[in-house]
């Protein structure tokens, strides 16, 4: 289970296109693709420039009209499907990041 507290990023061999608030994602490695509507491209937008998925999760409630707990349901499924066809990497947040001194 994917935890709100760590970050999403897009793997380096996932191409990515954005047409009229639509997407498309590519794995390069294995010609699997996964088309996102509206709703979907905006959570995957979040995700991957949100510090966390929960910072993401926030921003999703702000900007959406809907029950919190159907949102979080919505989310994970997404993210799920995304990590399990290699288009979606979830790491600890703080990982790739600098330590303060």
């Given at each position: 289970m994917v935890s709100f507290t760590n970050r999403a990023v897009t793997p380096a061999h996932v191409l990515v296109r954005i047409l009229d608030r639509e997407s498309v994602l590519l794995n390069l490695e294995t010609e699997q693709y996964f088309g996102l509507d509206e709703t979907g491209t905006r959570m995957w937008q979040l995700v991957t420039a949100s510090p966390n998925i929960e910072a993401a999760y926030q921003e999703l409630i702000a900007e959406f009209d809907v029950e919190p707990e159907l949102l979080r349901s919505h989310?994970?499924?997404?993210?799920?499907?995304?990590?399990?066809?290699?288009?979606?990497?979830v790491t600890p947040a703080d990982v790739g990041t600098a330590s303060a001194i």
């Open positions: 989310l994970m499924e997404l993210l799920t499907r995304l990590m399990e066809g290699g288009l979606l990497q």
